[in-house]
């Protein structure tokens, strides 16, 4: 069954704590991407890679880190610097950065106290 | 940069009557998406335009894709309870994928 996975579903941390949120994907697609959603506002571009080993920011970086040493894998670091973290954080892939359509992972719900 | 704006933020119908949701973009694009989430899910993909003045037909859904590039609207015909959720356009530009802040639909039965 092919997709993309994210996990958990919900997230609580204590603020000041990194936390590192999943995303898996066995689509075979070069590119992932973060999205931030919070509500009443679109999707909010955090970081994007269009190969492994290799990534760019997005509109709201800051706070953030990622990684891509596999195809299938790109995890997201929400530190302590992220101001206010507390958001549904969306993971999705794409055959490449063109004009693509994008498939999303389930999400995760991220609350810090 | 490169700015999608939708109008509007929410919408409420009655079963049965349509409903239209319009997407401006900022910049000339080379396309747009559309997506739906529904209440608690993620975002998936309906459509894609690519050309000026096209027009796509789902069932119900009519997508339009302005003459000069920079407008889009979806509209949906007899609405139904399996309508409600949040519509996003997508406009690709300048290497780019923007997403518009969205039209939250919900349906009175």
């Known amino acids: 069954d092919g997709g993309i996975t994210q996990s958990p579903k919900y997230l609580f941390r204590k603020e000041g704590q990194n936390v590192t949120l999943s995303c898996e994907q066995n689509?075979?697609?070069?590119?992932m991407y973060w999205y931030r959603q919070d509500p009443g506002q679109g999707l909010r571009l955090i970081y994007y890679?269009?190969?492994?080993?290799?990534?760019q920011k997005g509109d709201i970086a800051e706070g953030y880190s990622v990684s891509r040493e596999k195809k299938e894998s790109f995890p997201l670091t929400v530190t302590s610097a992220q101001k206010n973290p507390t958001a549904f954080y969306l993971c999705?892939?794409?055959?490449?950065?063109?004009?693509?359509?994008?498939?999303f992972g389930p999400g995760t719900r991220l609350t810090v106290t | 940069g490169q700015q999608v704006m939708q109008i509007p933020q929410y919408q409420h119908v009655q079963e049965g009557e349509d409903f239209t949701t319009y997407c401006n973009s900022s910049?000339?694009?080379?396309?747009i998406q559309w997506y739906k989430q529904r209440p608690g899910g993620h975002p998936v993909f309906l459509i894609q335009?690519?050309?000026?003045?096209e027009v796509k037909k789902q069932k119900r859904l009519t997508f339009q894709f302005g003459e000069a590039k920079k407008n889009s609207s979806l509209h949906i015909t007899a609405t139904q309870t399996t309508d409600v959720g949040t519509y996003f356009c997508?406009?690709?530009?300048?290497?780019?994928?923007?997403f518009g802040t969205g039209t939250r639909l919900t349906i009175i039965p």
């Open positions: 997508a406009g690709f530009g300048n290497e780019k994928l923007t």
């Open positions: 890679s269009q190969i492994v080993n290799d990534f």
């Open positions: 999705a892939s794409s055959p490449g950065t063109g004009d693509y359509e994008q498939y």
């Open positions: 910049t000339t694009l080379s396309n």
């Open positions: 335009l690519v050309k000026s003045g």
């Open positions: 689509l075979n697609h070069d590119a």
